[in-house]
């Protein structure tokens, strides 16, 4: 055990009340969300910002000592990597996200250069025990994930938004509905089902106007999958429900088709079951088409709204209804007829002027 001055904490540790000065280990176990010490390596012109615990972003240098979990990622459009085999100090990783996930990176995304490499100095130790200098690897998360959670919501309206693929406006699309429906005097949470760590768009909830907010990686999901998707979505639901919220919002991250688990969640009952209105985001007539077709034929749901890129003007939203049978309204332009339909939608009445 020694000790190292941290300069950045990474948000994956958002749970833990970590300090710069820290106790380390040279014994680190290789699973998912143990957090591990670490010094930057080289420097970047892009992609090349932290995440901290305090939900500000950072810009990482050369020798900059961060602290970070270990896990894996598969991003369409950004790195993808595994969780290492086997660990020890002087061992180099690459920074996977900008929350903060150390892993071998498999694949470069070349509009973000190549990723930071970080060279490990050892596990974050803490001390749970009272009295006693025995030291433990310290974990992401508050709690276990239970993949028996049954997602009960007692008849709490839920809105689920997906999408056809990253960044096709799904966070500005459950900001601009958080934001309608608490105008309208609802009580609204909200939370993130799916993706890597990063506590950016639940911030973003919050400050639209979210109540409560919480994240997969509440539950020490460093990143989703169809194996644990279904089972996080169904325990963030329950969760959020217990404080009777007027209606409980919720990204999926990433896209249908993709490995972050969106597919799984979907064809799960204890999600369907739950499930009061689906938004569906494209980027443009083409995807909104393959999309909603996508979840007619394979999922059999019926999206309620189309928004995203692809009713960024008229053009795009006429086709969508008469090609398709569904409500567009752009999110950015129109976000309170966007509010205002899902409410309708879900019988909800304003609660106030």
């Known amino acids: 055990?020694?000790?190292?001055?941290?300069?950045?904490?990474?948000?994956?540790?958002?749970?833990?009340?970590?300090?710069?000065?820290?106790?380390?280990?040279?014994?680190?176990?290789?699973?998912?969300?143990?957090?591990?010490?670490?010094?930057?390596?080289?420097?970047?012109?892009?992609?090349?910002?932290?995440?901290l615990t305090s939900g500000r972003m950072a810009k990482l240098r050369q020798g900059d000592v961060i602290v970070g979990a270990l896990g894996h990622r598969k991003a369409l459009f950004g790195y993808s990597g595994h969780l290492p085999e086997s660990l020890r100090p002087g061992d180099v990783l690459q920074v996977l996200n900008i929350g903060g996930v150390l892993g071998v990176c498999d694949s470069v995304n070349a509009n973000f250069g190549a990723p930071f490499d970080a060279r490990v100095l050892g596990a974050v130790l803490v001390f749970p025990y009272l009295g006693e200098r025995i030291g433990v690897p310290a974990r992401m998360g508050v709690r276990r994930l239970d993949p028996d959670a049954d997602g009960s919501t007692g008849g709490v309206p839920v809105v689920a938004i997906a999408g056809t693929c990253m960044n096709s406006g799904k966070t500005a699309a459950a900001c601009a509905l958080i934001s309608r429906l608490r105008h309208l005097g609802l009580a609204v949470d909200g939370f993130k089902a799916t993706g890597v760590s990063l506590r950016r768009d639940i911030l973003a909830m919050e400050d639209a106007g979210a109540r409560r907010t919480a994240i997969f990686s509440d539950f020490g999901v460093v990143s989703t999958t169809a194996e644990n998707g279904p089972a996080v979505t169904r325990m963030l639901l329950g969760q959020l429900a217990e404080q009777r919220p007027d209606v409980i919002v919720y990204e999926l991250g990433d896209g249908i088709l993709g490995a972050y688990g969106v597919e799984a969640i979907l064809q799960d009952p204890g999600v369907r079951d739950h499930l009061s209105c689906l938004m569906l985001c494209a980027n443009d007539p083409v995807a909104a088409w393959g999309g909603v077709k996508l979840l007619r034929e394979e999922f059999d749901l019926e999206p309620q709204i189309v928004t995203g890129p692809a009713t960024d003007n008229t053009v795009g939203k006429d086709i969508i209804r008469e090609r398709l049978g569904v409500a567009a309204i752009n999110a950015i332009t129109d976000g309170n007829e966007l509010g205002d339909a899902v409410a309708a939608m879900l019988g909800l009445s304003a609660q106030r002027s």
Request: aromatic share 2%; charged share 30%; proline share 2%.
């Open 1 to 51: 055990m020694k000790t190292i001055i941290a300069d950045k904490i990474a948000s994956v540790a958002q749970h833990l009340d970590l300090k710069r000065e820290l106790r380390v280990s040279e014994d680190i176990p290789c699973e998912e969300g143990v957090l591990v010490a670490a010094e930057i390596l080289n420097s970047k012109s892009s992609y090349n910002q932290l995440e």
